[in-house]
């Protein structure tokens, strides 16, 4: 059966340092991955999407930025955190259109 | 621009009876709608979907309607339970890869 998981589960990262989140898919071949970040109160915000190694569609321009170094491992990243990046961040994946598959999530709040 | 609506944030009702759950949409190229439950802290679980070709798909307590005419779909949950209480998303997929979220309905099912 396929799995996902992401980790950190929970992060406190002051203004201007990195980031760098991690999610990895187990059980399944090319799947579409997808990072979203939930702001407080709000709805699911797509940020990035990839059909394949290497290859990023970003849906929002912002400091962040994400990579798919292996075919089921997804990171985000950022070289400076602003306050504004604090949320809920949840990552994705599917193999079909019917359905889409999340993690657990990262609670990121940035002071 | 919000592609995806759902106008009521939340919702209570009465354990036993129904809930319905509702979500608009403007743009017309979207060929698959889904409903996700979200409890806190944890990912979005995936309920149901439907594709566009069709008005109606039924899933034991579930089931989701759809009238591309008036670009409305509707989650009805009978009967409703305790743990029912989440938050609902609405999910569209255009032709392409990726989903846009609504914002959400937090469902609160009173015993």
């Known amino acids: 059966s396929q799995t996902i998981h992401q980790w950190p589960a929970t992060l406190v990262q002051p203004v201007g340092s990195p980031l760098s989140l991690e999610c990895t898919v187990e059980?399944?071949?090319?799947?579409?991955l997808y990072w979203y970040r939930q702001a407080a109160g709000r709805g699911l915000q797509l940020l990035f999407y990839?059909?394949?190694?290497?290859?990023i569609s970003s849906e929002v321009p912002q400091n962040l930025s994400a990579s798919r170094p292996q075919d089921r491992q997804f990171i985000l990243s950022s070289k400076k955190l602003l306050l504004s990046d604090s949320g809920f961040y949840l990552c994705?994946?599917?193999?079909?259109?019917?359905?889409?598959?999340f993690g657990p999530g990262t609670r990121l709040t940035v002071t | 621009d919000q592609q995806v609506k759902q106008n009521s944030p939340s919702l209570s009702v009465q354990e036993g009876r129904i809930s319905i759950l509702n979500c608009d949409y403007t743009n017309s190229m979207f060929d698959y709608f889904l409903w996700y439950k979200k409890y806190p802290a944890e990912g979005p679980t995936f309920l149901i979907s439907i594709s566009s070709i069709k008005d109606k798909n039924e899933d034991g307590r579930f089931t989701v309607f759809l009238n591309k005419s008036a670009k409305h779909l509707s989650l009805h949950i009978v009967p409703s339970q305790p743990g029912d209480s989440a938050v609902y998303f609405c999910?569209?997929?255009?032709?392409?890869?990726?989903?846009?979220f609504g914002p959400g309905t937090r469902l609160s099912v009173l015993p």
């Open positions: 059980g399944t071949s090319n799947p579409n």
């Open positions: 999910a569209a997929r255009n032709y392409g890869q990726n989903f846009v």
């Open positions: 990839s059909v394949g190694i290497g290859q």
């Open positions: 994705a994946w599917s193999s079909q259109p019917t359905e889409q598959y």
